[in-house]
Structures are given as C-alpha cells and as structure tokens.
C-alpha cells in the first residue's frame, strides 16, 4: 500500500522548487500549516531558495498585524505572482502588490474554490456568471491588481458566449505543490480535521494537486495507530498525500485560531450556554448592524461578510434571543451559532453544521441567500460599490463577488464616512455628530468595480445601503435616500459630505429610534 513519508519542515520544503506553483488552504489563520510554512520562509531568507513561486490561495490567510500565514510568503523574490482571493488581513502582501513587487491576480474566492474541482476534472475551466460586469471582467481589468500584472501578458478570465448568453471562463491553474494541515493522520496518512475550526475545500485541492501529479504535503498534531480514525471522519486518504509533517510545538504552530489555541465549540464538538457570549458594544457599528437586520424577514437564509456585518449581527441576533428566526451562514461554511470577529473571521461557535467551504459557495451561487449582509468602502449614483481597493490597498474580493452576484436582497453596512467618525446617540434625541470623518464614501465614481449596479437591477435584485446616519436604496434611476436619523440634518450632515446629488423618497422617513437603544431593541418584533 502507497503511504505517505513522515519527514520533517525541511524534507518538505525541499519538495518545493524555484519557479514552480505552490497552494495553501485556509482561512484567516485557521488551518495555516505553520510549521511548513515559517520553514519556507526561513529557508528563503538563508539560502534564496525556494524564488520566484506562483502562490494560489482561495482565502485569505493571515491575521492582519500579526505573524503567521501567507504574511510569511510576503519577501521580493520568494514571490513571483500570488493568485488569491484576499489579502485585507496581510498588510505585508497588500504592499508587495501596491508597489509592483510581484504579479497579483485576483479572482473571486468561492470560484477559486470550486476551480479546483474542474481542474481535478481536467475541465477546460470553470465557467461562470459570478464577475461579470465588475474588475473581475477581462473587459474590465480582468482581476490584475497592478500595472506589473497588467503588463505580464497573461489572461486568467476570459468571456465566453454559450446558448447566446455571456459566462466568464476561469482558467486552469497547474499545481505544483500543496500545503495542507489535519488534526491527526494514522500510520497509513489518513487524515482527520476533526479538530480544526473549518471544513474548507481541503479535498478537493488535493484531488487538483494530483490531478497535475503534483506533491501534497500535510501537517499534524499527532500521529495516531491505523484504525482510530473512523473511516467517514478521514478528509484525505492517505493515499492521496506524499508527506506528513508532525508538529513540534502546536500551541504556537498548530493553533485552531490566532487567537486562542483550540476550543472545541469551534469544532462543533459541544455546545457552550449562549450566556458566555458577550453583547457587541453599543456603538455606531452596532446600530448600523440593527437597521440592517430589519431588512431581513422571518426563516430568511442570510449570510454575512467580513466587517461590521461579521462582528455585529451575530451577536446582535444572540442579544435579541432571535437566532431560532434567522438562519445565518458564512462563507466558510457556518450555518447557525455565533461567528467570532475580526481576525478569526470565518469561524463560530454552537454551530448547527459545518459543511466544505467549496459545497457551501455551491448555495449562494445557485440558489442564492435571501440576503447577504456586507462591507462597503464607496458607492456611486448608478449603484457600484467598491469594497476591494482602497487607497490603493488590494484587499481583494474575498466571497464579496460571488455572493453579491446570487442574493435576492444585498444590505450593503458602512459609516457614511471614515477616518475618525464619532457619533453621540441616544433613543430620546437620535444621533448627533460629534466628529466627522475624514474620508468620503458617497462618490463621483468608485475607485473598482466590486459590484455592478446596473447588473443588479438587471437581475431584479433588491439592493440596500445602511450608515449610521441615513439609508439608501438602489432604484431605477440610481441610489435614493429613503431614511434618515432623527437628530440629523439632511443638508449638513448628508448631502453636502456627498459627490452627487441622490433621489431623494418624497416619503423620506425617520430611521426607527429603537436602534439606539441599551439593551435588546425588539429585532423580532420587527422582522416580517
């Protein structure tokens, strides 16, 4: 029987030549084979060597200020090219990109992470809808994130006509290498994740791996005797890997999270009392968070995406007692519980399923969610929205595309302006604008294209944009402010921090003072 070799950090390295293509699976930094990977960076830092990778990930993979993750790849010379979903928690990478350093091709997370069933098929790509219209789009700047990547000479997307209509066409991707990481592996490198705090597309990256003859590299915790791991619970035959590296120190290389080493309510594997969650703070993000869910409507299927939306609703639906009315997804796979903020973004607690974040992009493509709550960092008149590059910093789509391009209602949650906003609010008096924010989010024209206004109203989708101070909803003839705080005046506070001139409802009415309320604001009374 073919098993895999049990080697160490630097007997795996060795596998990874210059030039060639290395992929990596996981999310934030849960799932990140650290070991394997702060060895690559030490090697290169050493020797020179291994240079000039092509680096493919689907998430992003990293936890903002913090070492660890992709962070580690982010050296000139190591990087030739990154072909990735997101890279908003990697300052590291985000500056190689802005200032030229390497190739970086963008393309949507959840078709990356269904690409590598096509390629395991040996199919001529992955066809689909999910892009069009946005920089995505060859026609548009075809997912190249600096001038080096549009000057390379080479094309990932590419429209093509079937049956009279439009799909874009992800090409292929040769896989040299892959890095992958599991609880347990048995003596026959089977391999278990029943530990680790996602399901992700771990499989089906190794099947693409194979499929191109190329290595498959995992590392664990602990080697266990044949036969522990019930047969359903293996993720990976061990058939399929080539190398297994055991963690020496797992409580700081072999974390389920950055922020804590393992909880097993994270895994799914109990259920901790709702008590021990602690309420959001009461703050502009949460009253943000508050009208937003007041779009949404009763067994409604929702997800929500990084940003205020990951931090608060979650922990506004389990402050109201309403998490039985709404059922909440993440991108990674998460239906129900308590999704974890910030860095550990894409994992939660009390879970009711945890299935593969490849299986799960399958829902919000096809059916689509009811309605997806999102991060916005500038809206124009037509209805684009740019959540991708600011100020020149790549953060990239992560599932943003995808799932924006299938919800039947997308509720779009951001300040009306940044850059040291402070607000004062209270149920009596409304808001009041204690400090305005530097930076405009209402403008002329957005800097990208992450979402297609005019594809959206095409497609009948409903499309909202809630601030702390007013709300927008995208009509016909462009975006119309339909609410707006109590306490607020509209031609101070709104219209003149805007670079166009919005519809504005001639039934315009006052925002619902309930959401500045202490306490639970009565979410279930208000939900249809």
């Known amino acids: 029987m073919r098993k895999p070799k049990i080697m160490t950090a630097a007997e795996a390295v060795d596998l990874i030549k210059d030039g060639s293509t290395l992929c990596g699976v996981g999310m934030t930094h849960i799932s990140a084979a650290e070991t394997i990977i702060q060895e690559v960076e030490r090697r290169f830092l050493t020797t020179g060597h291994p240079c000039d990778l092509t680096y493919v990930h689907s998430c992003g993979q990293a936890a903002m200020k913090q070492p660890g993750g992709n962070s580690r790849y982010a050296h000139e010379g190591l990087l030739k090219r990154i072909i990735g979903g997101h890279w908003g928690q990697s300052p590291e990478i985000m500056d190689l990109i802005s200032s030229n350093k390497i190739e970086a091709f963008n393309l949507p997370q959840g078709i990356m992470a269904n690409m590598y069933h096509s390629m395991a098929l040996r199919e001529p ?40 209509e439009e799909y874009l066409q992800y090409k292929p991707i040769r896989i040299d290498t892959l890095i992958i990481r599991g609880t347990y592996a048995d003596e026959n490198g089977n391999l278990s994740t029943i530990e680790e ?19 498959v590299i995992a590392q664990v915790k602990q080697i266990v005797k044949n036969g522990t791991i019930p047969s359903k619970e293996v993720t990976v035959p061990g058939v399929l890997i ?47 968070g508050r009208r937003a869910l007041m ?65 799960q992009f399958e829902f919000y493509t096809g059916t689509g969610a009811d309605v997806t709550f999102m991060g916005a960092g500038e809206v124009q008149f037509n209805g684009n929205v740019n959540a991708t590059k600011m100020s020149g910093k790549p953060t990239g789509a992560g ?8 919800a039947k209602t997308v509720v779009f949650c951001s300040t009306f302006t940044s850059g040291g906003l402070k607000v004062e609010f209270s149920e009596e008096n409304g808001l009041r604008i204690v400090q305005e924010g530097r930076f405009r ?36 003839e462009g975006m119309k402010l339909i609410e707006i705080a109590k306490g607020i005046d509209l031609q101070r506070d709104i219209l ?33």
């Open 125 to 164: 790509g992955k066809l689909s809808k999910v892009g069009l219209g946005t920089y995505i789009d060859p026609r548009v700047e075809g997912g190249k994130m600096n001038q080096r990547t549009k000057d390379c000479g080479e094309d990932l997307v590419a429209v093509v006509t079937i049956d009279g």
């Open 242 to 288: 080539d190398g297994i590296v055991v963690c020496e120190d797992p409580f700081t290389q072999h974390r389920q999270t950055y922020s804590w080493y393992y909880k097993p309510e994270y895994a799914g594997l109990v259920r901790v009392p709702s008590l021990s969650v602690v309420p959001a703070p009461m703050n502009e993000r949460k009253i943000i």
């Open 441 to 476: 989010k209402m403008v002329r024209e957005v800097g990208q294209i992450s979402y297609n206004g005019a594809y959206a109203r095409k497609r009948g989708q409903r499309m909202y944009f809630v601030t702390e101070r007013c709300v927008f909803e995208l009509a016909d």
């Open 295 to 359: 779009f949404a409507h009763r067994d409604d299927i929702i997800n929500i995406g990084t940003g205020i939306p990951n931090d608060v609703i979650g922990p506004i639906l389990n402050e109201e007692d309403a998490s039985d009315l709404i059922s909440v997804t993440v991108e990674s796979g998460i239906y129900g519980g308590i999704p974890a903020s910030t860095i550990d973004f894409g994992i939660a607690c009390n879970a009711e399923a945890l299935i593969g974040h490849d299986r």
């Open 496 to 528: 003149d921090k805007m670079d166009f001139v919005p519809i504005i409802s001639p039934n315009l009415a006052i925002m619902p003072t309930s959401i500045y309320r202490e306490g639970p604001f009565g979410l279930s009374e208000c939900l249809v």
């Open 399 to 406: 599932g943003f595309i995808d799932i924006t391009s299938t």
């Open 197 to 215: 705090g996602m399901v992700l597309e771990v499989l089906p990256a190794v099947m693409a791996t194979k499929r191109w003859g190329g290595k």
